[in-house]
């Protein structure tokens, strides 16, 4: 198939699939006598692969390693280590979004109870204080 209806059942843009096949990624596509590339079934799955593995957070670096090598042998231990790894990575990630999304939602709470009387060059202060101590009530 050539390029352009490959893009269009990948979803990719021709220049990312030149770019995947420039770096590596994509084994280089046979030239037709006109100069155009022509590709195989494997660039579909291959290119289906490596769009997944850049939407689970994969590095174009480690999705090279990942792949089969010219053989088409797949190193299945080192895909489930690297898969192991890439889940421990969102694990941390997840536990640092919930710990950012509580800080956020501690000061939206404490945005919306401060004094009305505070005066407004102090309400910095007060919210920072009250960010640093929930518990203190610096309120003026």
């Known amino acids: 198939m050539k390029i352009g209806e490959l893009a269009a059942r990948t979803g990719l ?34 290119l289906e692969i490596i769009a997944m593995a850049q ?12 792949l089969p090598d010219s053989q088409a042998v ?13 889940m421990a990575e969102i694990e941390k ?15 939206i709470a404490t945005l919306h109870s401060r004094p009305e009387d505070l005066a407004c060059a102090q309400r910095p202060q007060w919210v920072l204080d009250q960010l640093r101590d929930p518990r203190s009530s610096t309120a003026c």
Do not use: C, V
């Not at 046979?30 to 590709?39: F, L, S, T």
């Not at 957070?57 to 480690?62: Q, S």
């Not at 797949?74 to 890439?86: G, I, T, V």
């Open 13 to 46: 843009t021709a220049s990312r699939i030149r770019f995947y096949e420039k770096s590596g990624l994509l084994p280089p596509a046979e030239r037709q006598e006109n100069g155009y590339r022509a590709y195989g079934p494997q660039a579909l799955w291959m």
């Open 74 to 86: 797949w190193q299945h231990q080192a895909l489930l280590e690297s898969l192991q790894r890439k």
């Open 55 to 66: 939407n689970a957070g994969f590095t174009l670096d480690e999705i090279r390693s990942l």
């Open 93 to 107: 990630l997840q536990q640092r979004l919930a710990q950012n999304r509580s800080q956020l939602l501690a000061a």
